[in-house]
């Protein structure tokens, strides 16, 4: 799987919007960008994913550059339940891929009250 | 919402007992996979399982270890004889398809602790 690019960790403050960028400059045409996070003592949680075109849904928002090198996780307002490890993977659908997700150490985001 | 939920939450063990991790899936997802991170490590893959066969599995995934579905709601994670270096979080997961634009669902995980 093509491999990503993340800030280690990331401070944001509680009620503000926070963007969590990942690079993925070796990503090929058919590698779909998946978010997942993990909360403290708990197992990963699928965030959103996406293609070639933005995302949102109720957790978040996705922004994918036009060249696809690169994308955004935003979380629009960001609560104390935001705190944890927001990890983004590269999936892809070619080359007989099993589907196993391969996690890199991810952006570890803390949020202040 | 359905989730996907693991059994026992923290299992503690002597290095060479067998031990079996349990899991029941979300009840119409096809795919299961296991995962483990080692304390302060990233989360490593295992196991990918479908249509009663493994479909994939990582290099950690030695003769030590097997999976089954013994039934239509449990998935299981056998370790035969464990060694102080198989202490982990094991996570299970499901998704009701393979294609990669279908999120895998996780549980909270077993701790596994070798004595």
């Not at chain 1, 955004?72 to 080359?95: F, N, P």
């Not at chain 2, 249509?51 to 030590?64: A, G, W």
């Amino acid at each position: 799987d093509a491999k990503t690019t993340q800030p280690n960790s990331m401070e944001s403050n509680e009620e503000e919007p926070v963007h969590l960028p990942c690079n993925h400059s070796t990503i090929s045409g058919t590698d779909y960008i998946h978010w997942y996070r993990q909360l403290p003592s708990q197992g990963p949680e699928y965030v959103i994913h996406g293609l070639t075109s933005n995302v949102n849904n109720r957790m978040a928002s996705l922004a994918i550059a036009e060249d696809r090198k690169s994308s955004t996780l935003i979380l629009h307002r960001a609560t104390l339940r935001d705190a944890a490890v927001y990890y983004c993977i590269l999936r892809t659908s070619y080359g007989g891929s099993q589907g196993n997700l391969i996690f890199g150490k991810g952006t570890k985001l803390s949020v202040k009250p | 919402e359905p989730e996907v939920t693991q059994t026992p939450s923290h299992q503690v063990t002597q290095m060479g007992q067998e031990v079996i991790l349990r899991c029941v899936p979300i009840s119409n997802h096809l795919y299961f996979y296991w995962y483990r991170q080692i304390l302060g490590q990233k989360v490593e893959f295992l196991v990918s399982f479908y249509n009663n066969e493994i479909s994939e599995k990582s290099e950690i995934f030695d003769d030590q270890f097997s999976v089954e579905r013994p039934d239509g709601s449990n998935f299981t994670l056998k370790i035969r004889s464990t060694k102080l270096e198989d202490s982990a979080m094991y996570f299970c997961a499901s998704s009701e398809a393979r294609h990669d634009s279908q999120p895998q669902h996780f549980g909270d995980g077993t701790r596994l602790s070798i004595l």
